[in-house]
């Protein structure tokens, strides 16, 4: 297994390129990888000091600068101030990396409306707030650009225990085809990455945690027997914010190590089958010809 950046040097040299959730995780993990290719970054969240920190860690490894600026995706005047702020410090950007993201487990009868609207507004809102005045401040500019989203595989199957990001995924990749479509006359494109798991403190502990941990080996469960590695889906979303994926628009990219299938397919779970038995169900199920 190769765990390692596969983009030829400054691939992303002379791009800029917004990551919303930058400061930690995923976000974190591809901002680095952009880093390391040339881009220059501005990244947003809400706790500053984090964001200063990631900032600190990336300027000590590329050319590209780092702009970070403390803000909530959810509130319309705070997109605006981080894209007034990242055009004045930059000219122009080039992409929007939407991943920020809120979520945890439970059973849905237990959330109050609230608990719903957090997370749909963090997710949701959050994504369309973005799209939506980076894509009216391109159209306006004539510029060419592009728009990528984290989503992730219940996106279209959904799941119970997270039926509010579950929903608002699946807005997201609602949203990530309309654009597609609509936008790619403005030559502005929206892709979108599936990502199954990949272990960050910020999913785990709200997905995983230990009651829930101690009695399902969830990584033993995968059909790869391991969890996604951040610099692969690192090259996956380097790659499609790059030149090189220019033809690519409307598109959702699935990373999961083939989880989703396996959970999906009738006969899947036939794999718990000793291979011992498999003689036995042979001779049960072969059609005996009449004499
Ligand atoms: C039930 C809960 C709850 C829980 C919060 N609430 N946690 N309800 N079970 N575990 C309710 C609260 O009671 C409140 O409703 C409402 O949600 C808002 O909660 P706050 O704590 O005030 O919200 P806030 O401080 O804004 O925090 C937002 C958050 C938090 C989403 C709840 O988890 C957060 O900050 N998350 C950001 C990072 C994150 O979630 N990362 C993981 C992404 S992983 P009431 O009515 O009581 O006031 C991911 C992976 C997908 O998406 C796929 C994996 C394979
Ligand atoms: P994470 O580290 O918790 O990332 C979420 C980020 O969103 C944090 O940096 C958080 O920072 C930021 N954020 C939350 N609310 C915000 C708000 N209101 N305004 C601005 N920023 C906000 O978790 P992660 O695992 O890296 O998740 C990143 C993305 O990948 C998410 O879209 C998630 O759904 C997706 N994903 C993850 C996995 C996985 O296995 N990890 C799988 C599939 C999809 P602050 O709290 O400081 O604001």
């Known amino acids: ?17 917004l990551i919303t959730g930058g400061g930690t995780g995923l976000g974190k993990s591809i901002g680095k990888y952009c880093v390391e290719l040339g881009a220059n970054l501005i990244i947003t969240s809400r706790r500053q000091e984090v964001l200063d920190e990631t ?30 702020t990242s055009l004045d410090k930059f000219g122009t950007i080039d992409s929007v990396l939407n991943n920020a993201a809120g979520n945890f487990i439970a059973p849905t009868e237990r959330l109050t409306p609230k608990a719903f609207d957090v997370v749909v507004d963090i997710v949701l809102k959050g994504t369309y707030n973005y799209s939506l005045l980076l894509g009216q401040h391109w ?15 219940y996106a279209w199957t959904g799941s119970a225990f997270v ?23 403005y030559n ?7 990502p ?18 101690t009695f399902i080996n969830f990584e033993k469960s995968l059909p790869l027997k ?24 409307g598109e959702v990219v699935t990373i999961d190590g083939g989880e989703w299938i396996h959970n999906a397919g009738e006969f899947n779970k036939l794999e718990r089958v000793p291979k011992a038995l498999w003689g036995l169900i042979e001779r049960a199920t072969r059609g005996k010809k009449k004499k």
């Not at 400054?10 to 791009?15: D, E, M, P, Y």
């Not at 502005?188 to 599936?194: G, H, L, Q």
């Not at 610099?231 to 628009?249: H, I, K, P, V």
């Open 1 to 17: 297994m190769k765990f390692e950046g596969m983009l030829k040097d400054n691939a992303l040299q002379g791009k800029t390129i």
């Open 55 to 84: 900032a600190q860690e990336f300027s000590e490894i590329g050319d590209g600068e780092v702009l970070a600026i403390s803000s909530d995706v959810r509130k319309v005047e705070d997109v605006e101030r981080v894209i007034k």
């Open 139 to 153: 159209i306006k500019e004539k510029q060419a650009a592009s728009i990528l989203n984290i989503v992730t595989t």
């Open 163 to 185: 039926a509010p990001s579950a929903a608002a995924k699946g807005g997201v990749l609602a949203l990530t085809r309309s654009l597609a479509a609509e936008w790619a006359k």
């Open 188 to 194: 502005i494109r929206c892709n979108a990455i599936a």
């Open 196 to 213: 199954g798991p990949f272990p960050t403190k910020g999913a785990w502990d709200r997905l995983f945690p230990k009651p829930i941990s």
């Open 226 to 249: 391991r969890y996604g590695n951040h610099q692969e889906l690192a090259n996956l979303a380097a790659y499609l914010l790059s030149d090189y994926a220019g033809y690519f628009n």
